[in-house]
C-alpha cells in the first residue's frame, strides 16, 4: 500500500528558530512520522499553535535504532546529546524503530 507524502511537518515551538535558521537539518520520527519523500517541498508549522515557520525540502528519510543515535545526529539535530535523547523518549517511549529525516531549509 502506497502512503500520499505529507507536505506538513510540525516541530516543538522552541525548535522552530533552529529549523527556520537552518541550524537543525535533521529530524528524528517514528514509523507513523516518516513517510516524507525526498525532494518534495514541505511547510514547517509549530505543534503548539500551528503557525507557519518556514518551508524545507526533504533530502533523505532513513531507519534509525534509538541505540544508535550519537554524537553526529545531535549536531545535526543542534542538540546536546543527552537532551536529543531524554526528547525522544519523552515522545516515543520505548521505540527502537525510528527514521531520521534529513532536510534543507528552503531560502525565502
Ligand atoms: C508531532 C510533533 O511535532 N512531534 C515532534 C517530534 C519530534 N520533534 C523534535 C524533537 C527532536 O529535536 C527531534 C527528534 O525527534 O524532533 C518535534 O519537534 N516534534
Known amino acids: 500500500m502506497s502512503v500520499i507524502a505529507p507536505t506538513q511537518i510540525t516541530f516543538f515551538e522552541f525548535l522552530t528558530p533552529l529549523v527556520a535558521s537552518g541550524q537543525k537539518t535533521i529530524t528524528i520520527r517514528d514509523f507513523s512520522e516518516s513517510h516524507y ?14 503557525t507557519k515557520v518556514c518551508d524545507i525540502v526533504i533530502l533523505a528519510v532513513e531507519p534509525l535504532a534509538f541505540d ?4 553526529f545526529h545531535a549536531n545535526q539535530e543542534s542538540l546536546p546529546l543527552d537532551e536529543l535523547k531524554q526528547l525522544i523518549q519523552q515522545v516515543y517511549p520505548d521505540q527502537q524503530r525510528l527514521f531520521m529525516i534529513s532536510f534543507a531549509l528552503v531560502e525565502t
Open 37 to 50: 519523500q525526498p525532494g518534495t517541498q514541505v511547510e514547517v508549522y509549530t505543534l503548539e499553535s500551528h
Open 68 to 71: 544508535d543515535i550519537n554524537e
